[in-house]
């Protein structure tokens, strides 16, 4: 099957500051890709959806100016969670849809802000 | 009303034992439905795709009723490798190709 790789996997970082959570199609070329949060015993739940090459579409109550996705390319999409704090520490899952629009899950990235 | 609920469990059943999720979408949209597995601090993998027919993978059987907008799992001859939660995902098959997934629900399988 197709592979999609998150970086990094896991992070702790201090209030206030800013993570950039890279997703990587490393087989195939994916022209959409998804961001997911995950809460402890909770369900995914979708942030948004990145098309290469334009602006991604946010869901509802999910803010775009405090997580800024980039898909500058068919392989790579990039999530920032700016000015992060304790609230926003969570699962972050990626994943990448192919020519089938089957989608493929990155390993995920565990945020931890203190 | 949740898009898609699930009985959150845990299910707790011995090696060999016979247990069934059930699942309920609310959207009657809704063309594409899944049953995802996912360990603990793993990302979600996809076990089987469900049909309308119902269909099998070895232990695994999975059935959809349209009409009732209820998907079930069953899983035979539990295994203790089997314990994990499983999701189950709906997928409106519009232009935003989104999944909906379920809260999930957790299987604990005992020797």
């Known amino acids: ?114 | 009303r949740k898009e898609v609920e699930q009985d959150p469990g845990p299910f707790n059943v011995p090696e060999g034992a016979t247990v069934a999720f059930n699942c309920t979408y609310s959207n009657s949209a809704s063309q594409s439905f899944f049953w995802y597995r996912q360990d603990c601090r793993k990302e979600p993998k996809l076990l089987m795709s469900v049909y309308s027919s119902g269909n099998e993978d070895g232990r695994f059987t999975a059935q959809l009723n349209r009409a009732s907008q209820y998907i079930s799992l069953l899983i035979r001859d539990s295994k203790l490798s089997d314990s994990a939660t499983y999701l189950c995902v709906v997928n409106l098959m519009d232009s935003s190709y989104k999944l909906i997934f379920g809260s999930g629900t957790r299987l604990l399988v005992r020797p």
């Not at chain 1, 896991?10 to 997911?36: H, N, P």
């Not at chain 1, 068919?74 to 990626?94: K, N």
């Open chain 1, 1 to 114: 099957g197709a592979v999609v790789s998150q970086h990094p996997s896991w992070v702790i970082c201090k209030s206030g500051t800013s993570v950039k959570i890279e997703c990587r199609s490393l087989d195939f070329q994916a022209t959409t890709m998804f961001w997911y949060r995950q809460f402890p015993k909770q369900s995914l739940m979708l942030m948004a959806t990145s098309n290469e090459g334009s602006k991604a579409t946010y869901e509802q109550g999910v803010e775009k100016d405090k997580f800024l996705i980039n898909h500058a390319s068919l392989t790579l999409s990039t999530l920032t969670v700016t000015s992060a704090h304790p609230e926003d520490s969570s699962f972050y899952i990626c994943s990448a849809a192919g020519d089938r629009n089957e989608q493929f899950f990155g390993p995920g990235t565990r945020l931890t802000v203190l």
